[in-house]
């Protein structure tokens, strides 16, 4: 049996186009001769769905799109071989007790439903809610392909107490019960977040079940940026031993195929996403989230970023050339009186390098005007922060005043040192639609 672990990048409440990314991942996997095609999590509606899993038109949307790709593993050809298709979404409890919705997998094949497999294991910390919403599975039951008995589970279910990295502890071990029903590999679809370091602790994860329950596991997850979530992918295929033996690229859609034979996974083709140093994971990162903002919430067709001729302003600049192309982010300088000749002349060099327009717009009127209309009021006192903070708040001005004309979207540049310790200009330097660097420490920059 030959086996794809694909990696999607869906847009929460995109049903429709989610659906048809979906349906031609199917299609591509036919023309391949894959068996089985594995998705992550929720991608049929994109995850977080959060609220909207509260409004009853969305649920029946998600249900009447999960009926159409179903019905789109049926054989194209009268004679021909279906690929079966494992995908996360979103359906009813029919059982009356409980919370109305479940997290859950469908196993479609021949234009039919083959099994549902609920998530058990919901979690409810960090940026995770599930617990509001979905109600858990209660019971064990295995899939079954061409015999083949699979154990399916939904991302949390395989992140227990057992392992390297404990979020949450439960009482129950997803894996272990289906090993004990009799699986012959372990399946798992996954929305799991990116943070910097997850990506060995959940390969060092999923080694740990491979090789306690003896199984091979395939590993499917998102991949794109939903909001301030940034899922990396980073999806993978590995032998009961614990051995990768495939992984997708990170930060993009891809897949990996590996064939069944004798109980195990065997390469198609050598396939091993590319080792990035802890640098250019976050910048790959940071490119991600930004593009996905702007692309799927369609706010913009272009980015302003206010530079300094700091490093924080230069690395927003060179993130949002490379996310949207240079021809679609605009810089502005604004020099006052107390500003540094390189603060204008590096600002112009790094706009050049990356090649981007650049305005330079001095404040100094504007800040001379303002001390103007508050001298009565501020005569007698010293010179102090609310007098610097006008300079902040005068650029804040000019560059939400070109946002709001022309439409683009001002980027945050402040990092998480700064915004930890207050080190930053209310309706100044914290002006912006998204913060790029809000995740990223002064010593990561």
Known sequence: MRIRVEQLNPIVGDLSGNRDKI?????????????????????????APMDLLERQA?????????????????PQQPAGTSTALLFGTV????????????????????GKIVSVTHKTLLPTYDIFDEFRYFEPNRSFNLSRLDGLAIGITICEDIWNHQNEIVYHTYDVSPTRELKLLGAQILVNVSASPFSKQKYELRENMLRNHARREDIPVFYANQTGANTEVIFDGDSMIMNAAGVVIGRTASFTEDFVDADLIDGQPVAVARKEGRAMPL??????????GVRDYVTKTRISDKVLIGLSGGID???TAAIAAEALGPQNVIGVTMPSEFSSEGSVSDSLKLAGNLGMKVHEMPIR?????????????????????????????????????????????????????????????????????????????????
């Open 313 to 315: 302003s230069a690395l």
């Open 58 to 74: 969305f649920l029946d949307a998600v249900y009447a799109s999960n009926k159409e790709i179903v019905h789109s593993t049926a």
């Open 365 to 445: 009127s504007i800040y001379d005007t303002i001390n103007t209309v508050l001298e009565p009021v501020f005569s007698g006192t010293e010179f102090g922060v609310a007098e610097e903070n006008i300079q902040s708040r005068a650029r804040g001005i000019l560059l939400m005043a070109m946002s709001n004309k022309f439409g683009h979207m001002l980027l945050n540049t402040g990092n998480k040192s700064e915004m930890a310790v207050g080190y930053c200009t209310l309706y100044g330097d914290m002006a912006g639609g998204l913060s790029v660097l809000s995740d990223i420490y002064k010593t990561e920059v």
């Open 279 to 288: 640098e250019e994971k976050l910048f790959r990162a940071l490119v991600l």
């Open 23 to 47: 349906i031609a991942s199917l299609r591509k996997a036919e023309k391949d001769g894959i068996r089985l095609l594995i998705l992550p999590e929720l991608v049929s509606c994109g995850y």
């Open 91 to 110: 359906t009813p409890n029919t059982e009356g007790n409980g919370r109305k919705i479940f997290n859950s997998a469908i196993l479609a094949d021949s």
